[in-house]
């Protein structure tokens, strides 16, 4: 029902640092699935099918904000993420190439503490 979680922090970090409209965009797709989720227990708490409609409305639109997202990413940044090396790429606005790795993050939490 809900979006796909990240593979790792690097991923979401990652994201954040690439685009933050489309880490919002995840977010708000998060929200109407949640909303939907409550819809349909209290549609079902009323015997509601009207409840049941609503709750299929605001999935398909947190699905139909998700995938905006994504496709904002891949097509807009060139993001992609490595799984097997825990790396993370992309071009900013200026066509420059970032990489976000594991050790970035790992030197980040240092920094932090």
């Given amino acids: 029902m809900f979006n796909p979680m990240w593979d790792n922090e690097v991923e979401r970090?990652?994201?954040?640092?690439?685009s933050p409209l489309a880490m919002?965009?995840?977010a708000y797709a998060d929200l109407?699935?949640?909303l939907a989720?409550?819809?349909?227990?209290?549609?079902?708490g009323a015997l509601s099918l009207g409840g049941w409609?609503?709750?299929?409305?605001?999935?398909?639109?947190?699905r139909v904000v998700y995938r905006c997202a994504?496709?904002?990413i891949l097509q807009q940044h060139e993001f992609s993420y490595?799984?097997?090396k825990i790396t993370a790429s992309w071009r900013d606005k200026s066509g420059a190439y970032h990489?976000?790795?594991h050790q970035d993050l790992l030197d980040e939490m240092e920094r932090e503490n």
């Fill in 13 to 18: 970090i990652a994201v954040q640092k690439c």
């Fill in 24 to 26: 919002r965009l995840y």
């Fill in 32 to 34: 109407c699935s949640l």
């Fill in 37 to 44: 989720l409550i819809w349909l227990v209290l549609g079902w």
């Fill in 53 to 62: 409609w609503w709750s299929v409305i605001l999935w398909v639109l947190g």
């Fill in 70 to 72: 994504y496709v904002r």
């Fill in 82 to 84: 490595d799984a097997d």
């Fill in 99 to 101: 990489v976000y790795t």
